[in-house]
Each structure stands twice: as structure tokens, then as C-alpha cells.
């Protein structure tokens, strides 16, 4: 079998915590995560389930809502020996590198803006990020059973992370402010 993305693997992930669920659903848990490294949108997602039903990583039984065709996914066993598979193989340098952050993508570019407009960004991104995570705190609240133990670890991480820019935000802040 040809490697999956990261992107499938944690869609496998999601239709074994949720299963069955239909790509409608696993479309919402993507867009509602905390991580916004992977699209959650239906462009994503659902050619995305259907490569995995085509490859036997998930299966889908259809069913009605009223007049709309559903499909429900759930793991096969391919599926949860992919998902493991990934799950415990060594960290790669590329896993631990991936940090994609478009503000401080945009900083690099900052030279020719003024004081002014920097300093406008670094408030706009505080207000963003100190939104965010009241969020993800308010998330991780309501997260209080047992099977909610592993999605409030990883939520916490979110916390932290951000909590991390919010310090960056007040450095480039003191840096635009000279």
C-alpha cells in the first residue's frame, strides 16, 4: 500500500473515535479542531474518505435522511492496522519541523511597513489569539470524561503553544515600539 498523508491518517483517526460517522461529520471535527494545519473542507474531505474506501482502510454502509443518501464510515481492520502502524512509528525530523505559522510568515516580510502597521498586526493577532484560547480552555472544560482524556492532552498543547505566541506578540511589540 502506497504511504498515506498525514492528513488521512488523522481522518482514519477521527472515523475510528467517531465511527460510524459520515464525511460530513469528520468535515466538522476538522474545522472545529483547535489545529488548522489540515483543510476540514468538503474539498478535503470527502474525495479524501472515498480514496480511503477505495484503498479498504473504511468502509461505508449508505443509508437515507430523508431524501439525502448518507454514508456512514467505520475503521476496517487495514484501517486500524494503517492507523496504528502511524500512530507508533518512530517521530520523524519532518514530524517534529512542521510548524506551519502564518504570523510569523508574515514577519519576515514586515520590512517595509510602517510602525504603525506593525504594531496594528501585533494587536489584531493578540485579540485573535487571546480569543482562541479562551476557546480552547472552555474546550478543554467541557472535556471531562474518560474518553475525552486524549482530545484534552492534545487541546492543553494548543493552549500552550499559543500562550507561546502571545509571549512572541509581546517581544515583536517592545521590537516595533522602539
Not at 493577532?125 to 492532552?153: C, H, P, T, W, Y
Request: proline share 2%; hydrophobic share 40%.
Amino acid at each position: 500500500m502506497q504511504r498515506l498523508s498525514h492528513l488521512a491518517y488523522i481522518a482514519l483517526g477521527v472515523v475510528a473515535n467517531e465511527q460510524p460517522c459520515t464525511a460530513y461529520a469528520v468535515m466538522r471535527l476538522f474545522q472545529s479542531s483547535s489545529s488548522s494545519y489540515f483543510s476540514g473542507s468538503a474539498g478535503a474531505i470527502y474525495p479524501l474518505l472515498k480514496r480511503l474506501e477505495a484503498t479498504g482502510l473504511v468502509k461505508a454502509k449508505s443509508s437515507k435522511a430523508g431524501s439525502r443518501p448518507r454514508r456512514h464510515y467505520t475503521l476496517t481492520a487495514a484501517g486500524r492496522s494503517a492507523l496504528k502502524g502511524w500512530l507508533c512509528a518512530p517521530i520523524s525530523k519532518e514530524d517534529v519541523d512542521f510548524t506551519v505559522d502564518l504570523l510569523r510568515a508574515r514577519v519576515f516580510f514586515f520590512e517595509d511597513l510602517s510602525k504603525r502597521d506593525r504594531l496594528k498586526f501585533v494587536a489584531n493577532a493578540r485579540q485573535l489569539l487571546e480569543e482562541r484560547i479562551e476557546n480552547e480552555k472552555a474546550r478543554v472544560s467541557a472535556l471531562s470524561g474518560a474518553a475525552d482524556r486524549f482530545e484534552r492532552l492534545a487541546t492543553k498543547s494548543a493552549i500552550i503553544a499559543d500562550q507561546g505566541r502571545l509571549k512572541w506578540l509581546n517581544m515583536l511589540e517592545r521590537e516595533f515600539s522602539k
